[in-house]
Nanobody, 128 residues
């Protein structure tokens, strides 16, 4: 059974940085496309960033382009989200997600519905 565990959330001032980590266990990490989503109170889960299962091709939501970086380390079964220049509107619970085969001809996924597994989430709070 695949499990995802996020860490790295916390309280940061506006303009600060955080690095989130998500470790996958119970599966072959290199076969999973990974994604990060956020969910603020009372709002739907929102796409943040995705990385492909091969070649580490990345894609970002418009609100985080140029500020956030998604990366993966297959040797550590870990996907990262480096968040810089944080804004109060970035505050949310951040979830990592994994999508395994079949890939249906795609290398990364932008919709929450396309993912098979989810972590429990990690809280990010940004003070103004």
């Amino acid at each position: 059974q695949v499990q995802l565990v996020e860490s790295g959330g916390g309280l940061v001032q506006t303009g600060g940085s955080l690095r989130l980590s998500c470790v996958l266990s119970g599966g072959t990490f290199s076969r999973y496309a990974m994604g990060w989503f956020l969910q603020a109170p009372g709002k739907e889960r929102q796409f943040v960033a995705a990385i492909s299962w091969s070649d580490s091709i990345t894609y970002y939501g418009d609100s985080v382009k140029g500020r956030f970086t998604i990366s993966r380390d297959n040797a550590k079964n870990t996907v990262y989200l480096q968040m810089n220049s944080l804004k109060p509107e970035d505050a949310a619970v951040y979830y990592c997600a994994a999508r395994g085969p079949p890939y249906n001809g795609r290398v990364y996924y932008l919709s929450a519905r396309d993912y098979d597994y989810w972590g429990q989430g990690t809280q990010v709070t940004v003070s103004s």
